[in-house]
């Protein structure tokens, strides 16, 4: 009888330090996966034969914020030179963020840390940013939309970010009315999608691509019922998660989600 005590109580002892063995590897993992932010925001798709990157911004997890000049009021231009901005260190990936003109300053509406620094646009001209209807990126705290540019204006929003440009991809679920599957203008393209109010949805072609195939992307492979072009040929990347920094040329404004903190 003793000796079976002896032995249930040895099982006992082993069990409980297995146990005690497996709870503190969870603990530890949990914590680490709480500490660690998501590494991998971007990353390549196919679709309609084409090759795409697409990168995700929780709101949750990441600011979505604009850059357009530096703290001495020179245009950033590149992504390296935003690197080197105080916020450098926690940003996940970016984007060129809308048309510009020679001097780099935005074509349309432009908002950044609350403040407009070019009134929106609404004037008729050449161009895809008046191929209307154009539209608006904005973020709101931890919302975000992307809207046509009178709806926009019509709803007297208050953003704290916010970019435009043309044509809109997609409208409430509809391809624009001005894009034709049969178009041969192809470009290499770069645009930014909504999905409920707080995940933004940005993408860029490998290819080049139709109007018509990149909107297509938007609202049927990444579920966007409204997403806007922001520019072509000059679309560049920075992912650090996929070791690229496009330095095609010089940018004006940008677009990048970072990390939020602890």
């Known amino acids: 009888m003793m000796l079976i005590s002896l032995i249930l ?3 006992l002892s082993w069990t409980a330090i297995i146990l ?3 709870l503190v590897s969870v603990g530890l993992l949990t914590r680490r996966a709480a500490a660690q932010p998501d590494s991998d925001p971007c990353r390549p798709i196919q679709f309609a034969d084409s090759t795409f990157v697409v990168c995700t911004a929780d709101l949750r997890k ?4 604009l850059f357009w000049r530096g703290p001495g009021g020179d245009v950033l231009g590149s992504f390296d030179r935003l690197k080197q901005m105080p916020e450098g ?26 403040k407009e620094l070019k009134a929106a646009n609404t004037r008729n001209g050449p161009g895809n940013f008046h191929l209307k209807p154009n539209g608006i990126f904005y973020v709101k705290g931890r919302h975000a939309g992307v809207l046509e540019t009178g709806v926009f204006l ?13 044509p809109m991809l997609v409208i409430n679920g509809q ?8 178009s041969t203008s192809r470009k290499i393209r770069n645009g930014v999608g909504v999905k409920g109010q707080g995940t933004v949805v940005f993408a860029i072609s490998e290819d080049p691509v139709t109007f018509s195939t990149f909107a297509r992307l938007f609202r049927d492979e990444l579920d966007c019922a409204n997403a806007l072009f922001l ?32």
Do not use: C, W
Request: net charge positive.
């Open 20 to 22: 005690l063995v497996i």
């Open 9 to 11: 109580g040895r099982l």
């Open 231 to 262: 520019d072509g040929s000059v679309s560049s990347l920075y992912a650090p998660s996929l070791d690229r920094m496009d330095t095609l040329m010089p940018m004006g404004p940008i677009v990048g989600a970072l990390r939020r903190r602890p």
């Open 89 to 114: 260190s926690r940003v996940a990936f970016a984007m060129n963020a809308g048309m510009y003109h020679e001097d780099r300053s935005p074509v349309g509406l432009y908002v950044e840390n609350g």
């Open 154 to 166: 019509k709803r007297n929003i208050k953003p704290d970010f916010a970019t435009q440009s043309g």
């Open 62 to 65: 990441y600011e979505v914020r």
């Open 175 to 182: 391809i624009h009315p001005q894009f034709s599957e049969q």
